[in-house]
Every structure is written in structure tokens, then in C-alpha cells.
């Protein structure tokens, strides 16, 4: 008789049926993906259990455990600056062009330390963070020890997924052989390699809101915010009113914060014309909906880092730091 691999009896848990069926533990989360972070599933086995996450929608036990896991496996420098902010950007672009990344470098050049990771190229005709970075001349960091530097000298870094876990890129990867998101894309927006105490998260979805809270607390994460963001990236869309989530010390409230921008400057834009972003920093280029998204962006942000009181306060201040910024040159670019 054939011996079973340790690895099915995760996927017999999650995929036994709908009433036999439960999610994993954290426990249970961890050690499958422990497995799966050192290449110990069969590529049939790490499908079925992808996919059947991507059904089911992954549950905070699963995703905190599945964080565990990720961080266990991280080889972090031992010398780690203070982090303020722990940015997540996974989605890419495709109706608007990246403005939250301008509202990270105005945040950046104002004192705020921020730690930006991501992924790119898994979904077609989308601009991420990678590319804008690239026509900004704003250098990626090549490590998280590369990246721990450049925040002990500066207040902003980027790096990309496959620097700080490339099982997760390559099943990321994936969408394009299994069709769909994989649980990963959750999952990874969730890894704060530096333990920033405050960490923004933005759905598309609103299913995945509590996701995202409730995990960010079994991770005993301090401060954490969740909103619907433009295109999925941390962008706010100015010409609607956004529902904000905070978990803050533990406690869990949230504020609805109304639109600020009128409809007509609202649009989708088909030209995506990535030059755009140096010229909107210069102030060459101030279209309403540009400066919306960034300024409301910083307000967000602001207001989650305890450095605001309100939502008016946020955009004061958000609106201040925009104004401040050295127009002459885009920070850190080479």
C-alpha cells in the first residue's frame, strides 16, 4: 500500500467537503506552509490546496499561521531601523496611474520611514510599483538587508517579493496556469518583515476586509487600517465616500469618510502615460484627480499613524505635506 505524504492531510481538512470540511488551525497553517515554503508539497498537492483556499476564502487562523510560517522563514539583518510604516503594494494599476506612490515619497521627504514591498507581473496590462520606480529613477533594494540600509540613510525602500520570499512569487506566478489569484496575494500583503507598527491593507473586495483585520490581530499587530482602494492598490478614490477600518491597540472601529472630489473630475484613464507622474510632482501637471488621490492617500495614513484627529485634520495635514515637497527633484532618485 502506497504511503500518504505528510502534506494530504492539510488538504483533506480544507477540502473534505462541506460538512466534513474546516479551516486549518493556526497550528495546522503553519507547519503546511512550512512545507510549502521548503518545496516539500507535490505541485498537484500545492494546487488543489491553493485553489480550494481561493473558493472557500481564507480564514485569519489560516492567514496568521501562514505569516508565522513566512516570517520563520525570513533571513533578517540584525540591525533593523524603526520603521513607521509598512505599505503593501500588490495589485498594480490599470484605470489610474500609481499616484499613491508620489504620496509615499511626499510622506517619505517629510520624515515618515516607510517600508514598501510588492510583486508585478502577475496580471496582464497593469502598471506596478516596479515600473514607476523605474521611470521616477528611484533605485529598488536588491535585499532586506539591502533595504534595512537604505532606511537607516533614508526614510523610503521598495523590494519586491521574490527578494523577500521567492516560493511565494513563484506561486504567485501562478495565476496564469491556474487562472486565479492564489491565496498569496493575501497572505503576502500581510508579512511586515520589519514589524512596522503601523500597517495599511486595501481590498478590492469587500468580503476580505475582516480577513485582513482580524488576522492583522492574531498577528498582535498594533496599528492597522483596511479600505477599498482604487484598482486594489492603497490609493484613495476621492470621488467616493470610503468605509475605513482600524485596529488600533486592539480596539476596532471605523469612520466613513466623505468624497472630496466632484464627479466630473472623476475618469478612467486610457492613456496611462507613466511620464505623467514626474510632471505631477513638479507641479507641471496638476489635474484634480492626481492631487485627490495623493493627498487623500497621505490623509489616510496620517490618520492611522495617530498623527491626525480627524478626518478634516488628516487633510489638512495631508494637504501641507504635498505643498512642502522639493518640486525641483523626486526623492531618492538617482
Not at 498537492?45 to 491553493?50: D, E, I, P, Y
Request: with cysteine.
Amino acid at each position: 500500500m502506497q504511503q500518504e505524504h505528510p502534506f494530504a492531510q492539510y488538504i483533506r481538512i480544507i477540502g473534505k467537503g462541506p460538512r466534513l470540511s474546516r479551516p486549518l488551525s493556526r497550528e495546522e497553517s503553519f507547519q503546511a506552509a512550512t512545507m510549502i515554503l521548503n518545496h516539500k508539497v507535490d505541485p498537484i498537492q500545492l494546487g488543489a490546496f491553493l485553489c480550494i483556499l481561493r473558493v472557500r476564502t481564507e480564514d485569519p487562523e489560516e492567514g496568521a499561521g501562514f505569516v508565522d510560517a513566512v516570517r520563520n522563514e525570513l533571513k533578517l539583518p540584525n540591525d533593523i531601523p524603526a520603521i513607521d510604516l509598512d505599505w503593501p503594494s500588490y495589485a498594480g494599476k490599470a484605470r489610474q496611474l500609481p499616484y499613491y506612490l508620489l504620496a509615499a515619497l511626499a510622506m517619505a521627504a517629510s520624515g515618515i520611514k516607510i517600508f514598501m514591498h510588492g510583486a508585478s507581473g502577475h496580471t496582464a496590462n497593469r502598471l506596478y510599483t516596479d515600473q514607476a520606480l523605474a521611470e521616477l529613477g528611484i533605485a529598488q533594494s536588491t535585499s532586506l538587508e539591502d533595504a534595512a540600509l537604505r532606511l537607516k540613510t533614508g526614510n523610503f525602500s521598495y523590494l519586491s517579493l521574490d527578494k523577500i520570499s521567492p516560493v511565494l512569487q513563484e506561486i504567485m506566478d501562478l495565476k496564469s496556469t491556474l487562472g486565479v489569484r492564489t491565496p498569496v496575494n493575501t497572505f503576502a500583503r500581510m508579512i511586515n518583515a520589519f514589524h512596522a507598527p503601523c500597517v495599511l491593507q486595501c481590498i478590492t473586495h469587500s468580503a476580505y476586509r475582516d480577513i485582513h483585520r482580524d488576522c492583522a490581530d492574531l498577528l498582535g499587530q498594533k496599528r492597522m487600517c483596511v479600505f477599498k482602494g482604487e484598482g486594489g492598490e492603497i490609493e484613495r478614490r476621492a470621488a467616493k465616500p470610503v468605509n475605513i477600518q482600524y485596529l488600533i491597540d486592539g480596539e476596532r472601529f471605523e469612520e466613513e469618510w466623505p468624497a472630496f472630489l466632484a464627479p466630473e473630475d472623476a475618469y478612467h484613464d486610457t492613456e496611462m502615460d507613466i511620464t505623467r507622474l514626474k510632471k505631477v510632482w513638479s507641479g507641471e501637471d496638476c489635474h484634480p484627480y492626481a492631487i485627490a488621490a495623493i493627498t487623500g492617500t497621505i490623509a489616510i495614513a496620517l490618520r492611522l499613524m495617530g498623527r491626525a484627529t480627524s478626518c478634516d485634520d488628516a487633510h489638512t495635514k495631508a494637504e501641507t505635506i504635498w505643498a512642502n515637497r522639493q518640486m525641483d527633484t523626486v526623492p531618492y532618485a538617482q
